[in-house]
């Protein structure tokens, strides 16, 4: 049902940046809370107690709720996030005028101010956030020692007193689904945290130290069960000429174009990712070194068969490609990557569209007297 409110939370989110956004879509849904809300008091006091006057005003505090949205629209978030509280603590200074000597309901909506003030602002904002809670429990204090001048339910209508319940219920279950929103967008939030610190955004692939951290927890678990673990760096042709001719853009798109099609010719819970520009790399679980020589070709075969349009021009990739497997002489998962990298530049020298194989025991001779150039 949230779901369905989309259009109206998200008011405003193209002005906002990403730590904005979360708040903004609270004080939106806090807006149609308390509009929602007063509209439901101004049909109780009309049509249940015969009251007019309070209908009537609290339909015009509902419009001024309205208003929220407004300022959110334009991006004005900090007036926003003022304004329905300013109008929410206006609202039950009128109250008491109109509805009974105890002032039930005032004190249940004054005792949630706290926590939606706690929703809608930011955790840096300490002064907001203490000095409305503050002003709640004043008005509290004011509503329950200012008489009522005329007590809506000193009238003993059963099915008036049956109404009123019924609101109250109603806006309880609201301040529940509110902070029910509140926990969710959080958990969304967590988990596009994570995302830009384990994945790779342009290509939804795993970044660069998330290989390298996965290649060295696998490459622990392949030494304690006695299995292999090989790795496969794949490193297209001529992609800087790409960038140069077509522009960043079109570059990008090749290596969505790759990405994709590496995921589809894997098993689904192949660990893929891109270490850096137009770099990939694959990890084998429990795969010997004929195995991953089968698979790097299969890819090699795969990307050459490809299409990738540039400019409305169907045109062939190809790709020159680097297999490593563990043995006595790897020490750690990151080795492996390392030692793939520097078998793609021996793939390059041999010509494009190549396969090498490098063993993790050469490694060191080959860092002192290799370089590695991206193409």
């Known amino acids: 049902m949230i779901n369905s409110l989309n259009p109206i939370l998200n008011l405003g989110i193209t002005r906002c940046d990403k730590l904005q956004v979360h708040h903004l879509r609270m004080v939106n849904l806090l807006t149609c809370l308390c509009a929602g ?26 419009m001024l709720y309205l208003i929220s949205f407004v300022l959110t629209r334009e991006g004005i978030l900090w007036m926003a996030k003022y304004w329905i509280f300013v109008t929410f603590f206006l609202q039950q200074l009128f109250l008491p005028l109109f509805v009974l000597s105890a002032n039930f309901e005032t004190e249940l909506l004054l005792l949630v101010v706290p926590t939606a003030v706690v929703l809608v602002f930011d955790p840096n904002e300490r002064l907001p956030r203490y000095g409305l809670s503050l002003i709640a429990i004043f008005l509290l204090f004011l509503a329950k020692t200012v008489p009522s001048a005329d007590p809506v339910l000193a009238l003993t209508d059963t099915n008036a007193r049956a109404a009123y319940l019924c609101v109250i219920l109603i806006l309880v279950l609201a301040s529940v689904a509110l902070t029910d929103f509140y926990l969710v967008d959080l958990h969304s939030i967590d988990e596009s945290s994570r995302k830009l610190v384990h994945e790779d955004l342009l290509t939804e692939t795993a970044n660069s130290q998330s290989l390298y951290n996965q290649a060295d927890e696998l490459f622990f678990q392949a030494q304690r069960r006695g299995e292999p673990l090989s790795i496969i760096v794949i490193n297209l042709d001529d992609f800087r000429q790409i960038n140069e001719m077509h522009g960043r853009p079109t570059g990008d798109q090749v290596l969505v174009h790759i990405a994709d099609l590496l995921k589809e010719q894997l098993p689904p819970a192949t660990p893929i990712g891109r270490l850096y520009a137009d770099n990939f790399a694959v990890l084998l679980r429990n795969t010997p070194s004929n195995e991953a020589m089968r698979v790097a070709e299969q ?17 062939k990739r190809t790709a020159s490609l680097g297999v490593t497997t563990s043995n006595e002489g790897c020490l750690a998962g990151f ?41």
């Open 335 to 375: 080795q492996l990557i390392d030692t793939a990298i520097l078998a793609v530049q021996n793939a390059k020298k041999r010509g494009k569209n190549k396969i090498q194989t490098l063993s993790p025991k050469g490694i060191n001779a080959l860092y002192r007297n290799e370089h590695y150039q991206p193409s």
């Open 37 to 62: 809300g007063t509209l439901l008091f101004s049909a109780l006091f009309w049509f249940a107690f015969g009251s007019a006057t309070a209908a009537l005003l609290n339909g015009l505090f509902a």
């Open 299 to 315: 890819l090699k075969l795969a990307i050459g068969r490809s299409v990738v349009l540039l400019d409305n021009t169907a045109v």
